[in-house]
Nanobody, 124 residues
Framework: QVQLVESGGGLVQAGGSLRLSCAAS????????MGWFRQAPGKERESVAS????????DYADSVKGRFTISRDNAKNTMYLQMGSLKPEDTAAYYC?????????????????WGQGTQVTVSS
């Protein structure tokens, strides 16, 4: 059974930084694309960043390019999202996602396992 556990969220001032972690268990971590999504109150869930199963391909939403960095440590079965230059509009619940199918370049909106989410709040 696949489990994804996020950590690292919190309250930060605008311009600050946070690092989110997603610890995965239940299958061979390195075979699957992973990603981060977020959902703000009253808005739909949106993709923030995605990383391929090998780690060689990454994709970012335009709104976070140059500010966020996604990475993975397959030896630790953990994915990260380093967030910098945070803005109030980055405030949301952030969710870790893992593709159900192996050897994908990126995760889509559907067909994933999901974590419970971690709240990120950026104050102005």
């Amino acid at each position: 059974q696949v489990q994804l556990v996020e950590s690292g969220g919190g309250l930060v001032q605008a311009g600050g930084s946070l690092r989110l972690s997603c610890a995965a268990s239940g299958r061979t971590f390195s075979n699957y694309a992973m990603g981060w999504f977020r959902q703000a109150p009253g808005k739909e869930r949106e993709s923030v960043a995605s990383i391929s199963w090998s780690g060689s391909n990454t994709d970012y939403a335009d709104s976070v390019k140059g500010r966020f960095t996604i990475s993975r440590d397959n030896a630790k079965n953990t994915m990260y999202l380093q967030m910098g230059s945070l803005k109030p509009e980055d405030t949301a619940a952030y969710y870790c996602a893992a593709d159900k199918a192996p050897f994908k370049v990126r995760v889509g909106v559907t067909g994933n396992y999901w974590g419970q989410g971690t709240q990120v709040t950026v104050s102005s």
